[in-house]
């Protein structure tokens, strides 16, 4: 497992690594992944996350394979609701939306957009199509599924067997986006 993969936020203050392959590299068109993207990319200097399709670009990594080298202190999470599982975690030195963390699971959704121009794991998958904006039309270039497949999951899967069955905890982030 060689292989190691170095993001930062916009302004370079966060800095991530990533070690091996990715679990997989997808577009999710779901509502609530539009909804938070809609309003993540509404900060002030934040980078634009919806595309033209309403999709949000993420690759997913074990948890286990994720470090935060620098910049943990300016991390801050922004959930939909109070009782939320799953969290956007942001970079709030120049507001970079980082990674989605569903807290109670054992890998992250890294923003495709942190991958430096042409580097982003090509994409497998869009998923949660039901919920694409009215009059889109997808491409066919990869599988448009309406929710989640098998093989999406047997692939999570894969990788929670390949961690014994662990879901770590992402320590590194204190603090909600609001300042609570």
Not at 2 to 9: E, F, I, K, N, V
Not at 28 to 50: E, F, H, I, T
Request: net charge positive.
């Amino acid at each position: 497992m060689a292989s190691r993969t170095d993001l930062t936020c916009a302004c370079g203050s966060v800095a991530l690594s990533l070690r091996g392959k990715p679990i997989i590299s997808a577009e999710c068109l779901c509502g609530d992944c539009q909804a938070a993207a809609s309003y993540l990319q509404s900060l002030p200097g934040a980078p634009r996350l919806l595309d033209q399709k309403g999709a949000t670009r993420f690759v997913l990594y074990r948890k286990d394979r994720v470090r935060c080298d620098r910049g943990s202190e300016r991390l801050r999470e922004y959930r939909l609701s109070q009782d939320s599982t799953s969290r956007r975690v942001v970079a709030t030195c120049c507001n970079t939306p980082m990674f989605l963390d569903f807290t109670r699971g054992h890998w992250l959704s890294l923003y495709g957009q942190r991958w430096p121009e042409g580097t982003v794991p090509a994409l497998e998958i869009r998923t949660m199509t039901r919920d694409a904006p009215q009059g889109v039309d997808l491409p066919g270039d990869v599988p448009n599924p309406r929710t989640h497949t098998f093989g999406f999951y047997a692939r999570l899967l894969g990788a929670w067997a390949a961690m014994g069955f662990r879901t770590p905890r992402i320590d590194y982030v204190e603090g909600t986006l609001d300042g609570s």
